[in-house]
């Protein structure tokens, strides 16, 4: 059977025009985001008292914490469901969810009039138990924490029989053996948070009957939000894999990604028939004729997200060829960001409002700076750290 080596910095050199771009996109976005602070949102962005959320919720929130859905369900099929094999996968995994969840966290400071009052759920003082987003603010919260001390042993790692830290090796061994005993306490909260989390943010939407389009609103939005987290948690996970392995020009993991990829038509096919029985049982197909424009992106996010990888994921070919299964890959978690962009902008629409919400260039520039910073990160930390584990080789059980 093949075998992973440990998992080690990859000592790649960061002065490559990929990063460079992405370190312009980065201060470029910044600059908005600075100018925000500084001026307000009225200066930045195009939001309003009918629109009051805008790109920022639909991308950097709606969309960032559906992405990061990779961390919770490998850590789930891993170290829940006992499938060591995937092991090498977790690290990586639990790497873009703790930055998903951080730059979303930042995201929304952008997105708050008050943003620096974005602490205060950490005071019971300021708890609000009848408010869903107050339970989705906490339940990040924590996350985002367990998500920060699963990932201190491989900080830790770096540093821990070091001869050059005589100090920090000893404090960092210790560290290593105290996360390790909890770890499991830590990933079972992960799991739980996780799924609290994402369901409740479909519940944002439910409490706003009026003013969302029928052919998105529905009262079991909270279950297809949490479904589609889950069916495109593995697809990120894969796309993160392939696409890292290009980028560092190492060698595609096809012995994990390929079975793993088996797990997906499950979990999309739930998916699916969830959200088509929803539409029979509430008869909202009636409304793709009366509306062209919102029912063509409905049937883009169903057929191209949905049903067409759905379809691809069935051949073993398709799975055990990188470009394929890439492209499979891809489609998938293009349809979870279109569905969360078609359900908290295109499918918002306040009865009185007085003229359409439009993007601003600010807007647009803050969220392409936010996302190349995350990926920026993603390189500066894959570098120094034990992160991606070596090329496989063969080995024996």
């Given at each position: ?201 479909g519940t944002l939407m439910v409490i706003a009957p009026s003013k969302v389009h029928p052919l998105w609103y529905t009262p079991i939005l909270p279950l297809l939000f949490l479904l589609s987290a889950i069916a495109v948690g593995f697809p990120m996970v894969i796309f993160e894999s392939i696409y890292a392995s ?152």
């Amino acid at each position: 059977m093949l075998v992973h080596g440990p998992a080690k910095p990859t000592g790649h050199t960061l002065a490559t025009p990929g990063v460079l771009a992405l370190l312009a996109l980065t201060v470029m976005g910044m600059g908005v985001a600075g100018y925000r602070l500084v001026f307000g949102l009225q200066a930045v962005t195009n939001l309003d008292q009918q629109h009051p959320w805008g790109l920022w919720i639909a991308i950097d929130v709606g969309t960032g914490v559906a992405l990061a859905a990779g961390g919770f369900t490998t850590a789930a099929l891993v170290h829940v469901f006992h499938r060591q094999r995937y092991s090498a996968l977790m690290r990586p995994a639990l790497l873009t969810a703790m930055l998903g969840y951080t730059f979303v966290g930042i995201g929304l400071m952008f997105d708050l009039g008050r943003y620096y009052n974005i602490w205060h759920p950490i005071l019971p003082s300021m708890w609000q138990g009848n408010s869903v987003l107050f339970e989705v603010g906490l339940c990040v919260m924590c996350y985002l924490t367990v998500l920060y001390i699963e990932f201190l042993p491989i900080v830790c790692e770096r540093f821990a029989g070091d001869d050059r830290y005589p100090r920090l090796g000893p404090v960092c061994a210790w560290v290593q053996r105290v996360v390790r005993k909890t770890m499991f306490l830590l990933i079972l909260a992960g799991v739980v948070l996780s799924c609290l989390h994402q369901s409740s943010l479909g519940t944002l939407m439910v409490i706003a009957p009026s003013k969302v389009h029928p052919l998105w609103y529905t009262p079991i939005l909270p279950l297809l939000f949490l479904l589609s987290a889950i069916a495109v948690g593995f697809p990120m996970v894969i796309f993160e894999s392939i696409y890292a392995s290009w980028s560092m020009k190492s060698k595609y993991e096809m012995h994990l990604l390929a079975p793993l990829a088996r797990f997906i038509p499950v979990f999309l096919g739930v998916y699916l028939a969830f959200k088509i029985g929803d539409m029979v049982v509430r008869e909202s197909y009636t409304h793709f004729a009366a509306t062209s424009v919102t029912g063509a992106l409905f049937a883009s996010e169903i057929i191209l997200g949905l049903v067409v990888p759905l379809a691809l994921l069935l051949s073993a070919r398709v799975r055990s060829s990188p470009r394929w299964l890439l492209i499979a890959s891809l489609m998938v978690v293009l349809g979870v960001a279109l569905n969360r962009v078609n359900i908290f902008l295109v499918s918002y629409q306040p009865p009185y409002a007085v003229k359409s919400y439009v993007p601003s260039v600010g807007e647009f520039v803050l969220t392409v700076g936010l996302i190349a910073c995350l990926m920026l990160v993603y390189r500066v930390i894959v570098t120094y750290l034990p992160v991606l584990s070596s090329a496989p080789k063969a080995g024996t059980a």
